[in-house]
């Protein structure tokens, strides 16, 4: 059985300044592969009445994908930003955002999530 790659409370779980959460934003700390197992992050987005998720980090094919299926399953539409996901099996990381995500999301660029999201 490997170690977790992160562990709360380490240096390497530590949030960048510029990726910390505002006094408005939830921080959802993520238990298993699926980021809305054993978390509020369903009930959180529910009470602002998101219906819409832009999905991105990694890895591709385990925590995105897991957290992916049960977004799509628990009836969100869904985004994900294929250059803001990794993988370190690239062959599999394409074949996600080619052939699996595809039939679940709409799959763009970071470029094209941020113009998506644009005002006007």
């Known amino acids: 059985n490997r170690p977790p790659l992160f562990t709360g409370g380490t240096p390497e779980a530590e949030i960048v ?5 505002r006094p408005d934003e939830y921080l959802v700390p993520k238990h298993r592969w699926s980021a809305f197992f054993g978390t509020y ?3 959180a987005l529910r009470t602002r009445r998101v219906d819409t998720i832009v999905l991105c980090g990694g ?3 385990i925590g995105l994908a897991s957290s992916a299926y049960a977004a799509r399953d628990l009836g969100y ?8 996901c990794t993988s370190p099996k690239r062959d599999v990381h394409e ?3 080619s052939e699996v995500f595809p039939r679940l999301a709409r799959v763009r660029t970071t470029a094209q999530v941020l113009e998506m999201l644009r005002p006007g």
């Open 17 to 21: 300044p510029e990726l910390a959460p």
């Open 59 to 61: 890895t591709t094919e």
């Open 41 to 43: 992050l369903d009930h």
């Open 77 to 84: 539409n869904l985004i994900i930003a294929s250059d803001a």
């Open 95 to 97: 074949q996600f955002m």
